[in-house]
């Protein structure tokens, strides 16, 4: 090749690997700070793809799992109300062999017939008192709805619904309520009319658009209206605006947990069902039971033996559940680990192996430095010729 002073061809080549060398080793330095071999799709696009699935389910996973200790929890507070049931039901029952037998009178039969009473309440509150995050565990569930509606809050004037939660608070049967809207502050106000509660709205300034809804909540009532493009915000709300709640209970509330990631019902949701053990749903005849004669509480001895078989299949239930929840826990622990497995065989770093090679890209990098160096030192032998 012909000596020049115009072009250096050797420090053209030594620069062009020098560029490679140090775009390789800035590369392999990012990898070794991020801890991924995959930084970006041109690194290894289908891995990127599977790994970033794998890490979504991953989280899902670790979701459901805590779900999974979620429902744990609740149908364990669950039990330890039904178990203060059981030894309310077993004092019930002392009391009632004691009244059964002669050697008390009646006027003492009173007495233990008082604490029968007090004790039977005592159930009751139990059962409407023990909930989890708000919701009734082992008092059966309620449904309300809205009846007898307004001719001024009704479809045609933009109330596409009004819906109440399952077992709403501030809600009994057949209690009116109000709905009222102010033109002049834009805020709905929502009356039960029956106990002289009221909640105001957030503004509603315009209407939903064509094909659109807008819901408006009331969680003190537990209460929501959809509005639809039909209502007129310019038209005060006073008149003719009353309905009425309709409470339906029902013996039983069925919780839903997901425990997978995906859909499907059978697979991903478990349900579980407690029955309510209030002292009507566990034995009819123990509503009216009393202990004031011999007789009386001779029967009052069946109705509570009843109650006591109910509270025990309760508990059983809630225990088969609770064994059920382990395995799925312990299921979705595998699960993670397996995932979170092949997620890392996919996107993380090698440490050790991308350690060696950045090694090898530096030694790289400082040897296209020093014939860069040396390639753009050749030119100066031409000026010896010129001498």
């Avoid at 009819?284 to 069946?302: F, H, K, M, P, Q």
Wanted: hydrophobic residues 40%; charged residues 20%; proline residues 1%.
């Amino acid at each position: 090749m012909a000596l020049t002073i115009n072009s250096n061809y050797a420090a053209n080549v030594a620069q062009r690997h020098l560029r490679d060398s140090d775009s390789d080793a800035t590369r392999s330095l990012a990898k070794l700070s991020a801890g991924t071999r995959v930084l970006s799709g041109r690194d290894d696009a289908a891995s990127l793809a599977i790994g970033k699935r794998l890490e979504a389910e991953t989280a899902a996973l670790r979701q459901a799992s805590v779900n999974a200790g979620q429902a744990g929890s609740m149908l364990q507070i669950a039990d330890g109300a039904l178990s203060s049931i059981s030894d309310i039901l077993t004092r019930m029952k002392t009391l009632a062999t004691q009244s059964a037998s002669d050697q008390v009178s009646d006027a003492e039969r009173v007495y233990l017939n008082d604490e029968f009473s007090q004790l039977r309440s005592e159930i009751d509150r139990i059962a409407g008192d023990t909930d989890f995050n708000g919701q009734k565990l082992i008092n059966g569930s309620q449904t309300i709805t809205a009846g007898t509606i307004g001719t001024d809050i009704e479809a045609a004037d933009g109330f596409g619904a009004i819906t109440f939660d399952a077992n709403a608070a501030n809600v009994s049967n057949a209690d009116q309520f109000s709905i009222a809207y102010d033109t002049a502050t834009s805020r709905f106000t929502v009356t039960n009319t029956t106990t002289g509660v009221a909640q105001t709205s957030e503004q509603v300034t315009a209407a939903p658009t064509a094909g659109t809804t807008q819901d408006v909540r009331f969680d003190e009532f537990g209460l929501t209206l959809t509005l639809t493009s039909d209502f007129d915000p310019a038209t005060a709300i006073a008149a003719n605006n009353t309905f009425d709640a309709t409470v339906a209970n029902t013996a039983s509330t069925t919780f839903t947990y997901k425990i997978g990631t995906g859909t499907t019902a059978n697979e991903d949701d478990l349900a579980f069902t407690i029955d309510s053990a209030a002292v009507a749903s566990l034995s009819a005849g123990l509503t009216a039971a009393s202990l004031d004669t011999r007789a009386n509480a001779e029967t009052a001895i069946d109705e509570v033996a009843s109650a006591i078989d109910e509270i025990n299949e309760r508990r059983a239930n809630i225990g088969a559940n609770q064994n059920r929840l382990e395995f799925a826990a312990a299921n979705l622990a595998s699960s993670i680990e397996n995932t979170e497995a092949a997620r890392s065989e996919l996107l993380d770093l090698d440490i050790a192996a991308e350690m060696t090679s950045f090694t090898s890209k530096q030694i790289l990098q400082q040897a296209g430095v020093s014939m860069l160096a040396q390639a753009n030192q050749m030119p100066q032998n031409l000026l010896k010729l010129l001498g």
